[in-house]
Structure formats: C-alpha cells, structure tokens
C-alpha cells in the first residue's frame, strides 16, 4: 500500500531535549515536506526537500534541522524544543508536482 | 502569504451540490490549482488539480475560469462524510515551496 508513515504518532517531552520525528515513503518520490499546523494558523511548510542531500526552507524554519540522505526518508529533528514547538506536525511527499502531495497521519507534539 | 482567498465557512444540505469557490487573482502562467480536505486533524487528502482546463476525477469536478484568476471545487452529491476543511493552493510547476491558507470549512447539514 502506498503510504508516508510518521513516528511517533503522539510524543510529549520537556523543553531542550532533543527529539527526532521519523517519515518514510514507498512510493519512490522526490519531493518531501514538513508542516506543522497550529489552531488558527493552519498548515506551515517548515522544510522540503526536492531529492537527496536537496533541502530548502520553509516558511517556518527556525528550530527545526532536516536531512535527506535516502529517497524514502526525511527526519525531522528538533535539537533544542521549546514549547512554542507544541504542534500537529504533518509529513507529505509527491513525485513531479510538489502540489501534489500525500501526507502521512500527524504526529501530535507537545512540549513541556 | 497564500496566493489564495476562500471563504472560512459554507454549509451544504446532504445529497446537494457543493460549490466551493477559490480566488488566485495573482496566480502565474505555469502554476496549477490543487485542491485538499481534512477532517478532523488527519493528514490532508489530495481531491484533484488542474492548470487551465476543467477537470473531473471519482471525487470531485474543478472548475478554473478562462482568465484563472479563480475557481470551483464540485462535490456533485455532498454527504456527511464531506465535512471537513477545504483548501485551496497555487502549487508550483516543479519543486518548490508550498504554501496553504487557512481553507473552507465546509458542513454537510442532514
């Protein structure tokens, strides 16, 4: 079955500890993303990345690393988390159009 | 910003048309439309995208005005499983960031 697969699916930490969310595609696709959604903020790209070892920013970008080195995955990586990071964070993938995403389930994060 | 406005709510009666409209007055030559739901707080669903011509696909129908400053989604028979968030994005041709508003929410109403 085609998927993005996230995990954790819900994490809580406290604030400064390093944390890594995991996202993996089968579908062989280039393009990868990272969002976080907040209420009243909807959905921000954090990064994306076109292909391997090929990352760029986002709208939101401060705090958050990322890499890509395999096609299938791309970590999100919060080294020092904050509780302003306490959010909904959403990975996507597409192949040929990055509008054209599918998105994994959500990882709920709160920080403490 | 988004490149898009919608309207935040509509309600929709069960088993009606919904017409949900989009403006992308600034959109450029080489950008598509695409469009998305969410419910609850699952991971957005890609429903269909087009770039000048109508398109129609098991899902929905979109509808992109001839100078494509703006657009329709078209649920031909809404039903309560529809309610969700709707929304709306001027994607790029290629590679690129990717930008959301805040959507339409839309109800279906029994």
């Known amino acids: 079955e085609a998927q993005v697969t996230q995990n954790p699916r819900y994490l809580i930490t406290v604030t400064g500890k390093k944390l890594t969310v995991t996202c993996s595609q089968n579908m062989n696709h280039e393009y990868m993303s990272w969002y976080r959604q907040d209420p009243g903020l909807g959905l921000r790209q954090i990064y994306y990345s076109m292909n391997v070892e090929v990352t760029d920013k986002g709208d939101v970008p401060e705090g958050y690393k990322v890499s890509r080195k395999e096609k299938r995955n791309f970590p999100l990586i919060l080294e020092s988390p904050s509780p302003n990071q306490t959010s909904l964070y959403f990975c996507?993938?597409?192949?040929?159009?990055?509008?054209?995403?599918?998105f994994g389930p959500g990882t709920r994060l709160t920080v403490l | 910003d988004a490149k898009t406005t919608q309207p935040p709510s509509m309600d929709c009666a069960e088993g009606r048309a919904a017409n949900l409209p989009c403006n992308h007055s600034t959109i450029s030559g080489n950008e598509y439309v695409y469009w998305y739901r969410q419910i609850h707080s699952q991971g957005p669903q890609y429903i269909i995208h087009g770039l000048k011509n109508n398109e129609t696909n098991e899902m929905a129908s979109l509808i992109i005005t001839e100078d494509r400053k703006s657009s329709t989604l078209i649920l031909p028979h809404a039903t309560l499983r529809d309610t969700a968030v709707y929304y709306c994005i001027v994607g790029p041709a290629s590679y690129d960031k990717v930008i959301f508003g805040p959507g339409t929410s839309l109800s279906v109403i029994p």
């Open positions: 996507a993938s597409s192949w040929g159009l990055a509008g054209q995403q599918f």
